[in-house]
């Protein structure tokens, strides 16, 4: 992969990561939209897609209610694209779902930190900003926002990092047998988070009859494909 | 009281597209609720009243946090009271009742609701073969009513007023399920025999276990570990 793509990656995993929580939370933080850009950028808009379907299951199992820590899985689907580009259709899967998983979790951990670092540049100015002076809150809040932007680019270098890693040290050493097995368990937990996380949502009221009608629906025309 | 027949409600709302940026464990949205809401203060300034307008720019960055989408309301409601002259506890009051059932709102309206609807539309868009064009259907249908939501909370909380949806719950739970079958079998595609069986197994066995360890078992949790069973087998079965 060219030094060209990892930077319009990198480009894109920053953005990906700044829409999330800060700027404008539009939803390119989506796996399924940061998946198929990323694709895209690769030239590769099935392996992109396939991953974006993956990693928005798991994300069926994060609802950012309130202050709550979760993994952040607009980069790390990014990651996860790179990682499976070099190995076609199915065999992706599993080291792309590895790079990705353990990407998400470094980028919830990096939200704890930028967000405690706001808070200690909050303090240093506590006394001004209840003086009213606007000129310093906006700057505190622009100044966050690059912050958050940093924190996003670090996280995608550290995802395309780990991806160039596992495709070049892990990607051809594993059995076939292997790299199915992989496949297999991070479809089985993306369709495992994203039904208790929706079954925790709908909860055991009369939303679960439409639940089960979509899934009887779904698997009908499944079927019918 | 102060009169304000044309708010700048327009830049207020560009504002409130990044009232997150500087999200904190000390304010949460506070600091950025209050860059939000000060555009709409300058006219406690413009008309020579300095020291209120710094006392209210000064209110509207102290703690708060609600549903972003939702922050319009109490941004455009605070203003208006700063304007009428209420007291600066009635103003504090005013944005601790506001937070609770923005919070709630929000979060059952959009992150329960219009988000997995959408997204659970663009799965089975791409499971359907409808590639990018799904996608981009899904960002085009999700943003209408996002921004839609956000220009109306503002407006809402500057004239008060506020109505609720209950569409939601029924179809995010059909869509989404609807949607899982169906990208299983998307992703599914490539398996066969001993394969598929082994997915099904694993994950029914994996929802189980989330469901029943929730709280303590996250789906990447899940994930990592199936993922190291799947490697250590993967070693071990050549």
Known sequence: ?225 | MTSAPRPPLGRSLLRLFTVQGSWNYERLQGIGVGVAEEPLLRDLQAAGNGAAYRAAVARGAHFFNAHPYLCGLAVGAAARAEHEGATPNQVERLRSALCGPLGSLGDRLVWAGWLPVTSGLALIGVALGLGMGAILGFLVVYNVGHVALRWWALRAGWAHGVRVAAWSGPAMALVVGAALPLSTGYLAAGFTGWARGLLFGAAAAGCALLWWGRGRLTGLRYGLALLAVAALAGWVWR
């Open chain 1, 1 to 225: 992969m060219t030094l060209e793509l990892q930077a319009f990656l990198l480009v894109w995993g920053t953005l990906v990561g700044l829409d999330l929580v800060s700027v404008p939370q539009m939803m390119i933080a989506r796996p399924i939209v940061a998946g198929s850009v990323a694709g895209a950028i690769l030239g590769d808009l099935a392996t992109g897609l396939q991953l974006g379907v993956l990693f928005e299951l798991f994300q069926y199992d994060v609802m950012p209610m309130g202050a709550v820590r979760y993994p952040e899985y607009g980069p790390a689907t990014v990651a996860a694209v790179s990682t499976a580009h070099a190995a076609a259709g199915t065999l992706g899967l599993g080291l792309g779902a590895l790079v990705g998983l353990v990407t998400g979790m470094l980028g919830g951990m990096s939200m704890s930190v930028v967000r405690r670092a706001t808070a200690r540049a909050v303090q240093a100015v506590a006394g001004r900003l209840e003086a009213g002076d606007a000129h310093l809150l906006v700057r505190l809040h622009v100044t966050a926002i690059a912050r958050d932007a940093l924190r996003a680019a670090a996280v995608t270098t550290a995802g395309l990092g780990l991806a160039q890693v596992v495709r070049v040290y892990f990607a051809g050493t594993l059995p076939l047998r292997g790299v199915t097995l992989l496949g297999v368990a991070a479809v089985a937990a993306a369709i495992a988070a994203a039904t208790a996380g929706t079954l925790r949502v709908v909860g055991r009221g009369a939303n679960l009859g439409w639940f089960v009608a979509g899934i009887a629906g779904g698997t009908v025309l499944a079927w019918l494909r």
